[in-house]
C-alpha cells in the first residue's frame, strides 16, 4: 500500500526535507532496506535523479553490507531511478521491517499513474548481473507477499521477474 506521510508532524518533517536527505535517513535506518543492503554484493549501484535535489546521486551496497546514498555519478548501474518528491516521501514514511511489504510498497510506486508517485525504472544489467550483485535475493526475501503481488499483475511462475525485468528494460 502506497504510504502518504502524516498530517501531524514536527519541524523536522518529511515534507520540509529534502528527497536526497530523506532517502539518506532511509536507506540508514529503514530495517527493510537495511536487510536488503547485506544481501546485495560490494559494487551493486543504482542511479538516481530526484524530483526536487539538483545532480546525479547513486544508492551503492558496500563491502560492509551497508547502502550507501551519495552525491556522485553511478559507475556502473544496474537501475536507473527518477524519482519524485511526493514518491520519496511515500516510501520513507514506511517504517516496515518486512522486505516482502517494503517490496510491494516500492513496486506500487512504479506501477503507479499519479505521475507525482511513479518511480520511473530504467533496468540496465541482464539477468545474470542482476544476480551476481544479489538484486534477485532481494526480490526472493520478499517472498510470498511479492510472488502475489506480481501474480495480480499479471506476472506468473518462475519467469515473472524476468518478464517484469524486461518490462523495465531500457
Known sequence: MI????????????????????LAAFLATNPGARTAGKSLRAGAEVAVTLGDTAGDWRVLATAAGQLTFEQAKAADPDFELHIPPRAVQSLCASSSADMGALAVDFFELVVARDQQL??????NSGLIKLTRRGWLAVIAQGGPKVMMWLARKGLHGPGAITAALRKFSG
Do not use: C, F, Q
Open 3 to 22: 504510504a502518504e506521510p502524516s498530517a501531524a508532524e514536527d519541524s523536522n518533517s518529511v515534507s520540509d526535507r529534502t528527497s536526497a536527505a530523506l
Open 118 to 123: 511513479k518511480i520511473h525504472v530504467k533496468v
